[in-house]
């Protein structure tokens, strides 16, 4: 079980636990869903799927995530919304993570240069929070510079690796554009080339990082695109991960088969199949967004229409005109209506990725 080998059982983890925890996986050929939450409520649903399928979980925010955390009318102008709303959502989450009684490693989503400022706000707090308690606050990061040329983006990500290394903090990284659109990143209409990592590009992140600490992934690109779409309208290729790695460990001169720690990205509306191939291959974390964002809208979406003639005024209702309404519109019961969605689909998500009662 992957608590043995962890020296924090439940709550946030960091540093080598979450080495242990992403070694650990591979191993047991399977990958650790990455959650989008954007509120206390979104936290809790993964939470609640977590701990009820047994299984690790990774929360992470991103930046128009943290804003709406902070609070939508907060001005973003300088990124101070989005490092507030990171900072209040990674409290909360280290709050109340371990009555979860699972381990969480809380990280934050793609980070792209015109963000970078976000970033540095969060390290800021992060070293601040270790000089009080000895760890980083968020377990991990993720700095997304795809959009840029390779050696900028690969000297600039070593750059950060460095300042986070002291605290033992993870960092992932992105080589390759992941397609579609997500957060305000708009790649809808990149070339597909753009979209399929090569094997060159892995090896020289890795040589580079590795030369730092080990704590480091990598979000190569195989086709991942951001969003659900059509089935067949979307080419993963998930073999060239493997090949990535055979190449790597060639080069390096690596015993272990998967020498690197891959992060699949875009994975909403992939099928089953596509996910276990890819962590076959080494891939530890995937990301659901989209599909979970729909799960929480359908429990609300359907708790209204069953109560429709409930919710139309504070008192009147088909049981009579007197009759008072608050039982159906206080957001405790409806907003909850979504939490079980939602944590529904992420305990789909534990399944397919191998992840339930591994804990």
Same mark, same amino acid.
């Given at each position: ?6 020296? $924090?059982?439940?709550?946030? %983890? ?7 925890? &992403?070694?650990? =996986? ?20 993964? @939470? ?16 128009? !995530?943290?804003?709406? &955390?902070?609070?939508?009318?907060? *001005? ?9 709303? =990171? ?12 009555? +979860? ?26 070293? $601040? ?9 968020? #377990? #991990? ?29 993870? @960092?992932?990284?992105?080589?390759? %554009? ?6 305000? /990143?708009?790649?809808? #209409? /990149? ?14 992140? +890795? ?6 600490? *080990?704590?480091? #992934?990598?979000?190569? !690109? ?24 055979? +190449? ?10 998967? *020498? ?50 409930? /919710? ?23 907003? $909850? ?15 397919? &990725? ?6």
């Amino acid at each position: 079980m992957a608590t043995s080998i962890l020296s $924090r059982k439940k709550g946030v %983890i960091v540093g080598d636990d979450v080495l242990k925890l &992403f070694n650990y =996986a591979q191993e047991k050929k399977f990958a650790i869903p990455a959650i989008n939450v954007t509120s206390s409520s979104t936290a809790v649903a993964a @939470l609640e799927a977590a701990r009820d399928k047994k299984s690790p979980i990774i929360l992470q925010i991103s930046n128009g !995530g943290a804003a709406y &955390f902070a609070g939508k009318g907060v *001005p973003n102008g300088k990124q101070e919304a989005s490092i507030a709303g =990171a900072i209040a959502g990674a409290l909360y989450i280290r709050a109340v993570a371990p009555t +979860y009684d699972i381990p969480v490693v809380l990280h934050t989503d793609h980070c792209a240069k015109k963000l970078l400022p976000w970033l540095d706000g969060m390290l800021d707090e992060d070293e $601040r929070y270790f000089k009080e308690h000895g760890e980083p606050l968020f #377990s #991990s990061h993720m700095i997304d510079l795809s959009e840029e040329e390779v050696d900028w983006n690969i000297s600039t990500t070593a750059k950060y690796l460095k300042r986070a290394a002291p605290m033992k903090q993870w @960092l992932e990284m992105e080589i390759g %554009i992941t397609g579609g659109e997500e957060d305000g /990143v708009n790649n809808e #209409s /990149v070339d597909n080339n753009s979209l399929y990592t090569q094997p060159d590009d892995i090896y020289n992140i +890795y040589h580079t990082l590795s030369a730092i600490c *080990p704590y480091f #992934s990598i979000a190569a !690109g195989f086709g991942n695109v951001h969003g659900v779409y059509k089935p067949g309208n979307v080419k993963l290729h998930p073999e060239l991960l493997g090949k990535h790695q055979k +190449y790597v460990k060639e080069k390096i001169g690596a015993k272990e088969d998967k *020498p690197v720690f891959l992060v699949f990205h875009g994975g909403s509306g992939s099928s089953k199949k596509e996910y276990t191939d890819a962590i076959s291959y080494g891939v530890v974390k995937v990301n659901l967004d989209t599909d979970l964002q729909y799960a929480y809208l359908t429990g609300i979406r359907d708790y209204v229409l069953k109560n429709k003639d409930y /919710v139309m005024t504070p008192v009147g209702n088909p049981d009579g005109e007197d009759k008072p309404n608050k039982k159906y519109f206080d957001p405790r019961v409806w907003v $909850r209506e979504g939490e079980k969605t939602m944590s529904a689909r992420v305990q789909e998500g534990l399944e397919d &990725f191998n992840t339930a009662g591994q804990l």
